[in-house]
């Protein structure tokens, strides 16, 4: 039974303020039929539909909860979409169909594959990462139609990777994340594999290596963009938690005795914690940061090294050098550091600390 026709009928005789047995005589019908429609136990038939329609001055789709959907292009990506926000298992039918209407269209194409990609993860399903794979290939094909930023024969290349992953076919996988790997942006997926699934230990530590740098160098600017929020909000607690966490990442990652090339940056993270703590009106531990930022900054600058080998758990890997605008040293760092900070008594703090012996 259709219970969208039983409560539609209900709503509508109500609208109109009709009783069960006014909306029977104006049908010619028994009160018990339309107690049987509202109820859901029974229909009515075709014409007597049209009827309803017209004594309720609507159609017939509207009266059976019907909504005719578009199939223009915009339209049916948008629902593709929509069904694969909602993890919605019908999107691999309209998907079909959709391909069949728009076969070269490269969003309609897109969408489809990801359809595909997630059931196939979500399920276990190989016929559907393969499938998966087919249109992402044909997707590559279309990107010229690309219009989101977002989407790119990199992004496309890697969800690949990962449905041969999934089907167990790792050297294809590895195979595309290394033929698409811009600046080592792949580097921690393949060394990854190479070390879970390919049994090829030597070659993972090398590009693991390569992978850790380039995380350490990004947390680098992702704690300095979160500082630049919160000291613009005055928020000065959240600057320090987030700086004594990244100072505690890369302690970890020295070696004993050791200078590296994060050591200049965590100098300069040192001098704004200590700024933080001033604002929050404690000078002692403010001093001690800025103790510590003098301290990290003369190791350095006795012996600067800005090769990745420094760095605890890193091998040998092929871009050794590190390059920065920080500074010809690491105590001019600090020094540009308190500075652009405009805090006077954490420069004068800074003075102090620089002209004792």
Same mark, same amino acid.
């Given at each position: 039974?259709?219970?969208?026709?039983?409560?539609?009928?209900?709503?509508?005789?109500?609208?109109?303020?009709?009783?069960?047995?006014?909306?029977?005589?104006?049908?010619?019908?028994?009160?018990?039929?339309?107690?049987?429609?509202?109820?859901?136990?029974?229909?009515?038939?075709?014409?007597?539909?049209?009827?309803?329609?017209?004594?309720?001055?609507?159609?017939?789709?509207?009266?059976?909860?019907?909504?005719?959907?578009?199939?223009?292009?915009?339209?049916?990506?948008?629902?593709?979409?929509?069904?694969?926000?909602?993890?919605?298992?019908?999107?691999?039918?309209?998907?079909?169909?959709?391909?069949?209407?728009?076969?070269?269209?490269?969003?309609?194409?897109?969408?489809?594959?990801?359809?595909?990609?997630?059931?196939?993860?979500?399920?276990?399903?190989?016929?559907?990462?393969?499938?998966?794979?087919?249109?992402?290939?044909?997707?590559?094909?279309?990107?010229?139609?690309?219009?989101?930023?977002?989407?790119?024969?990199?992004?496309?290349?890697?969800?690949?990777?990962?449905?041969?992953?999934?089907?167990?076919?790792?050297?294809?996988?590895?195979?595309?994340?290394?033929?698409?790997?811009?600046?080592?942006?792949?580097?921690?997926?393949?060394?990854?594999?190479?070390?879970?699934?390919?049994?090829?230990?030597?070659?993972?530590?090398? $590009?693991? @290596?390569?992978?850790?740098? +380039?995380? =350490?160098? &990004?947390?680098?600017? #992702?704690? *300095?963009?979160?500082?630049?929020?919160?000291?613009?909000?005055?928020?000065?607690?959240?600057?320090?938690?987030?700086?004594?966490?990244?100072?505690?990442?890369?302690?970890?990652?020295?070696?004993?005795?050791?200078?590296?090339?994060?050591?200049?940056?965590?100098?300069?993270?040192?001098?704004?914690?200590?700024?933080?703590?001033?604002?929050?009106?404690?000078?002692?531990?403010?001093?001690?940061?800025?103790?510590?930022?003098?301290?990290?900054?003369?190791?350095?600058?006795?012996?600067?090294?800005?090769?990745?080998?420094?760095?605890?758990?890193?091998?040998?890997?092929?871009?050794?050098?590190?390059?920065?605008?920080?500074?010809?040293?690491?105590?001019?760092?600090?020094?540009?550091? $308190?500075? @652009?900070?405009?805090?006077? +008594?954490? =420069?004068? &703090?800074?003075?102090? #600390?620089? *002209?004792?012996?």
């Amino acid at each position: 039974m259709n219970i969208t026709l039983s409560e539609n009928i209900r709503a509508h005789r109500r609208a109109h303020s009709l009783t069960q047995q006014q909306l029977a005589d104006a049908l010619g019908v028994t009160v018990g039929a339309v107690y049987k429609w509202e109820a859901n136990l029974s229909a009515p038939d075709l014409t007597l539909l049209v009827e309803l329609a017209d004594l309720f001055d609507t159609s017939v789709d509207v009266l059976l909860g019907y909504h005719v959907k578009s199939n223009k292009q915009a339209d049916t990506a948008a629902r593709l979409r929509e069904c694969l926000q909602n993890r919605d298992t019908d999107g691999l039918a309209e998907a079909e169909k959709a391909l069949l209407r728009y076969p070269n269209c490269f969003d309609i194409v897109y969408q489809s594959a990801m359809l595909y990609y997630l059931f196939g993860l979500m399920s276990d399903e190989k016929p559907r990462l393969r499938r998966s794979i087919e249109l992402m290939e044909r997707a590559r094909l279309l990107l010229g139609q690309n219009t989101d930023p977002k989407i790119s024969e990199f992004s496309i290349t890697y969800d690949m990777a990962g449905a041969y992953s999934e089907l167990g076919e790792e050297e294809k996988a590895l195979e595309l994340l290394k033929s698409n790997n811009p600046r080592g942006i792949n580097d921690d997926v393949i060394g990854q594999s190479l070390a879970a699934f390919c049994n090829r230990p030597e070659e993972a530590v090398e $590009v693991l @290596s390569s992978a850790l740098v +380039s995380v =350490s160098a &990004m947390l680098i600017r #992702i704690v *300095s963009g979160f500082l630049n929020v919160y000291f613009k909000r005055d928020d000065y607690a959240s600057g320090a938690s987030i700086l004594k966490l990244a100072l505690d990442y890369f302690a970890g990652l020295k070696t004993d005795g050791k200078s590296n090339l994060f050591d200049k940056p965590c100098a300069a993270f040192y001098a704004g914690l200590a700024h933080a703590q001033m604002k929050l009106g404690r000078p002692d531990e403010a001093r001690g940061s800025l103790l510590a930022a003098k301290k990290l900054a003369e190791e350095f600058d006795r012996n600067p090294d800005y090769s990745a080998d420094s760095l605890r758990f890193v091998s040998t890997v092929k871009q050794q050098t590190a390059f920065d605008s920080l500074g010809s040293t690491a105590a001019e760092t600090v020094s540009k550091t $308190v500075n @652009s900070l405009e805090n006077e +008594s954490l =420069s004068r &703090m800074w003075e102090e #600390i620089t *002209s004792e012996e």
